[in-house]
């Protein structure tokens, strides 16, 4: 038998955390627990205004099918998932938290991180980025130089995001990406793209509407920059959308409902020749720690959200100037809680 405790917490964060359609100094967050004898799992999802899951509604989803939840068998993540699923169609963020939760419960009923019972190696794992959000330039400024990382992700969506590039430019030879989280128009990125290649960025993510199907195909033949695709790759069925539109996917364990279906995505897209990133939502270490156990199958990743954070309620993997490190001497996803 499994037992289901639900908790809330607000996550304060570093800095007021801004991009083009949401501003927040405080992120609430919904970790889920898992427990089987010894044994306990976590997973986290946090609300999002964009999607519009709040804390109260994913948990109100969990507690209408405790019941169906406390009484079923973890054989496997995957079956579990499969079970939960038709009963929260309607909830993948509060699925993605359950579905973190059973598969770090699983890897620490039998004694092993979860990455390693997939069958992969920690190597060749890319660094994560650290994300700066908009603000004024000098303030942007004052946060990169307060974090030095050699690989950045630049959120934009201003009057001003060439010439915020161009000053960031001054002060760092490090990576940029820049996320413009549906902000722009074709003509537009596709002038940026050019003006964005001399200043060292190595991808433009979401430039435009996700709706925004016909501009994209024009924006992908003209692009001088690859294109990731972010709110426009939701779920499953979202990745073979994307192909020929995008250049890669950036997929959300949140939005997509967790690790189970996140790793079929990222064997989709690579059959289909595109590039995977793995992005979070300013998780804590729960859902970073998640994340991390992907890293070997990822082209780019973006899992900085306990960075973010000026407070975390857990313990989990490390990140050391873009370098993720595995917690080995806990199993699963190698998180515990400490709040």
């Known amino acids: 038998m499994l037992k289901l405790t639900i908790r809330s917490f607000d996550l304060p964060l570093r800095h007021t955390f801004t991009i083009s359609y949401d501003s927040r100094d405080v992120q609430p967050t919904m970790i889920v627990e898992l427990q089987h004898g010894e044994h306990k799992g976590y997973g986290e999802a946090t609300s999002n205004p964009y999607y519009g899951f709040t804390i109260e509604s994913m948990t109100e989803a969990l507690e209408n099918i405790r019941e169906k939840i406390e009484s079923t068998e973890l054989t496997s993540p995957e079956e579990f998932w499969a079970q939960m699923q038709p009963q929260l169609a309607d909830h993948p963020f509060a699925l993605c938290a359950l579905d973190l939760a059973a598969n770090d419960l699983f890897g620490k009923m039998k004694g092993q991180p979860l990455y390693k019972?997939?069958?992969?190696?920690?190597?060749?794992?890319?660094?994560?980025?650290?994300?700066?959000?908009?603000?004024?330039?000098?303030?942007?400024?004052?946060?990169?130089?307060?974090?030095?990382?050699?690989?950045?992700?630049?959120?934009?969506?201003?009057?001003?995001?060439?010439?915020?590039?161009?000053?960031?430019?001054?002060?760092?030879?490090?990576?940029?990406?820049?996320?413009?989280?549906?902000?722009?128009?074709?003509?537009?990125?596709?002038?940026?793209?050019?003006?964005?290649?001399?200043?060292?960025?190595?991808?433009?993510?979401?430039?435009?509407?996700?709706?925004?199907?016909?501009?994209?195909?024009?924006?992908?033949?003209?692009?001088?920059?690859?294109?990731?695709?972010?709110?426009?790759?939701?779920?499953?069925?979202?990745?073979?959308?994307?192909?020929?539109?995008?250049?890669?996917v950036n997929i959300k364990l949140t939005k997509c409902g967790g690790l189970t279906p996140a790793r079929r995505m990222i064997a989709e897209a690579k059959s289909l020749g595109m590039k995977v990133m793995v992005g979070c939502m300013t998780e804590s270490s729960v859902g970073i720690s998640a994340i991390a156990q992907l890293l070997p199958m990822l082209d780019y990743v973006d899992m900085d959200g306990a960075l973010l954070l000026s407070k975390d309620i857990a313990k989990g993997v490390t990140i050391d100037y873009g370098k993720v490190s595995y917690n080995e001497s806990v199993n699963g996803t190698g998180v515990t809680l400490i709040a």
């Open 117 to 248: 019972i997939w069958g992969l190696e920690a190597k060749n794992m890319p660094l994560t980025n650290y994300t700066i959000g908009i603000d004024s330039i000098e303030n942007m400024v004052k946060k990169l130089q307060e974090m030095p990382w050699p690989l950045y992700k630049i959120k934009l969506g201003t009057k001003e995001d060439v010439a915020i590039i161009k000053e960031l430019r001054k002060h760092t030879d490090a990576i940029f990406r820049v996320d413009a989280n549906c902000a722009w128009g074709v003509e537009e990125t596709i002038e940026n793209s050019k003006q964005l290649k001399e200043l060292g960025v190595q991808f433009i993510e979401q430039p435009m509407k996700a709706d925004d199907l016909e501009g994209m195909k024009e924006v992908y033949k003209r692009s001088e920059l690859p294109l990731i695709a972010d709110e426009s790759c939701i779920t499953e069925s979202d990745v073979a959308k994307c192909h020929g539109l995008f250049h890669g």
